[in-house]
C-alpha cells in the first residue's frame, strides 16, 4: 500500500492569491495525478504529474493556471494561482500502485 | 470522448444487499475502479477489475463486463457505516482516472 500525506488540509485565501499544495508519498511512484472535487460533484482530473517532464494537462486545465512541480519520486506540488471564488474546491493527489489506487487526505480550499 | 453514468442516489435496508451499476464509453479502457467517499474525507478503494467476471473481496464484491461497458459493486449484509458515495472510475492508458458523479447510497434501518 501507500501512504500518501497531503497539506495543507485546508486553508482560506484571498482571491488573487496562490495556494500551494503539497503531496509526499512513502513509496517511489513513476506518476502522480491531481484532482479537483468541488462541491457535491465528483472527481475531475487536473494534470498527471510526472517526474523529470512537464506536467501533462486535462482539457481546461492550464499550466499557468495550475503549475505542478515534482522534483523527484516520491513528492509533487500543486498551485492555485490567482485564485477566484470559483477555485472553492477540494483538491487531492494520488497514485496508483500495484494496480490499487491511493489518495490524499485532501486540501479544501476556500476563496474569498 | 468519456463518459461515465451511475444513479445519483439509493435507498436500501440494513442487512439488505444492494447493487450499485456503473456504464462506461470510453477510449483506451484499461480497467475498472470503485470507491466509497465518506462525506468531508478522501476516496477509499475498494476494487479494481480488468478482467470480465465477478471479483470478492468479503462483504463487497465487484463485476465487469467489458463487451458491454458495464460494472456493479455489490455490497452484502448492509451496515449503517456504508452509508457513503460510491464512485466508479474508468482507467485509460497512464491509469488516468475519469469518475462518475457517484451514487449517494443511504442505509436505513
Given at each position: 500500500s501507500a501512504v500518501i500525506s497531503q497539506k495543507p488540509s485546508r486553508d482560506i485565501c484571498q482571491r488573487g492569491t496562490s495556494l500551494t499544495i503539497q503531496c509526499q508519498v512513502d513509496s517511489q511512484v513513476t506518476m502522480m495525478f491531481w484532482y479537483r472535487q468541488q462541491p457535491g460533484q465528483s472527481l475531475t482530473l487536473i494534470a498527471t504529474a510526472n517526474q523529470g517532464s512537464e506536467a501533462t494537462y486535462e482539457s481546461?486545465?492550464?499550466?499557468?493556471?495550475?503549475?505542478?512541480?515534482?522534483?523527484?519520486?516520491?513528492?509533487s506540488t500543486l498551485t492555485v494561482s490567482n485564485m477566484s471564488p470559483e477555485d472553492s474546491s477540494i483538491y487531492l493527489c494520488s497514485v496508483i500502485l500495484n494496480t490499487e489506487a491511493f489518495f490524499g487526505q485532501g486540501t479544501r480550499l476556500t476563496v474569498v | 470522448g468519456q463518459n461515465i453514468d451511475q444513479p445519483t442516489e439509493m435507498t436500501a435496508t440494513e442487512g439488505a444487499i444492494v447493487q450499485i451499476n456503473c456504464t462506461y464509453q470510453?477510449?483506451?479502457?484499461n480497467g475498472l475502479f470503485w470507491y466509497q467517499q465518506h462525506a468531508g474525507e478522501a476516496p477509499t478503494f475498494l476494487s479494481y477489475n480488468v478482467l470480465d467476471g465477478l471479483e470478492e473481496k468479503g462483504r463487497f464484491s465487484s463485476f465487469l463486463s467489458r463487451s458491454k461497458g458495464y460494472s456493479y459493486l455489490l455490497l452484502k449484509e448492509?451496515?449503517?457505516?456504508d452509508s457513503?458515495?460510491?464512485?466508479?472510475?474508468?482507467a485509460k492508458g497512464g491509469n488516468k482516472l475519469t469518475f462518475g458523479t457517484g451514487t449517494q447510497l443511504k442505509v436505513e434501518l
Open positions: 481546461g486545465f492550464v499550466i499557468d493556471k495550475f503549475p505542478i512541480s515534482r522534483p523527484n519520486l516520491t513528492f | 470510453t477510449s483506451g479502457f448492509l451496515q449503517m457505516k457513503a458515495s460510491y464512485l466508479c472510475a474508468a
